[in-house]
């Protein structure tokens, strides 16, 4: 099988989605317990329990992380992901229960498919009764309704969806990613050349976000582009099988967001929620922070671009693949 985040042990993986609606869920199952860690770097983030991975705060480890189309409404899913872990027995054990912790964060896909439709705690709870070890891509769970290029709206956007990746280094150390790519900018090859993105609005082929951004008469067109097209928001979680505090997965989460920068132009914009987690489900001894953020960073770079390639066109959307 092709390499995926749930290569990293202790690490599942499970999607739902509505296909009609263009919405759904991912989660990243931890149900033993992992060490968290987060950074947000996006302007408009939609997020739930980030708090609790500051690395002053007491709860120190989570069982989920999950990833939600539909906005600040789709987080309603983290009920679902709840409530399938505590009735298979996993959470936080505080005396008169267990408590399962799972952090979330949502991306903006409400102008493509449905607009009234969004992840509900059913779907949550579907995508852990499907968890186990999966390299799905594209279109599937939270990437369902994921688009690149937003620049000129909607009409001109490109459909994206959900990759992964893992590399397993000489000590043994696996470390894995998972994103959702949905951003205002295009997505790039890291050493290569624009995937998908804005199309040009006066002839065939992509614009270069970066390219619009510099040119005065199309500035005229992205001024007018619509707040519900410039929501958007890439999301991402990096795993490995390593032991770390919880100061040390939010370094690593920060360093993993340079996969984003090296893929994604431009990137942690104003309407962006750019959030990467970082588990640790510490099996063994962890290599430097140095290494580990390092190879995090081309491990998610790989990803988001998977997640472009992997796309299929939906919701009147073509994808990279259309461009071949």
Known sequence: MPPAISDVPGVLVGHAHDADALTGVTVVLTPDGAVGGVDVRGGAPATHETDLLR??????????????????????????????????GYGLDVGAARVPIVPAAAIFDLAIGHADAWPDPEMGYAACAAAGHSDAMGCVGAGMGATIGKALGMPFAMKSGLGTWSETLPDGTVVGALAVVNPFGDVWREHGGLIAGTRHPERPGLADTMALLRDPRLLLAFGGARGQDLANTTLAVVATNGRLTKAQASKVAQMAHDGLARTIRPVHTPFDGDTVFALATGQREAPHLVVLGAVAADVLARAIELAALAATPLGGLPAARDLA
């Open 55 to 88: 690395p002053e705060n007491a709860v120190q480890e989570l069982h989920a992380v999950a990833l939600c189309g539909g906005s600040a409404m789709g987080l309603a899913a983290v009920q679902g992901v709840v409530r399938w872990l505590r009735e298979h």
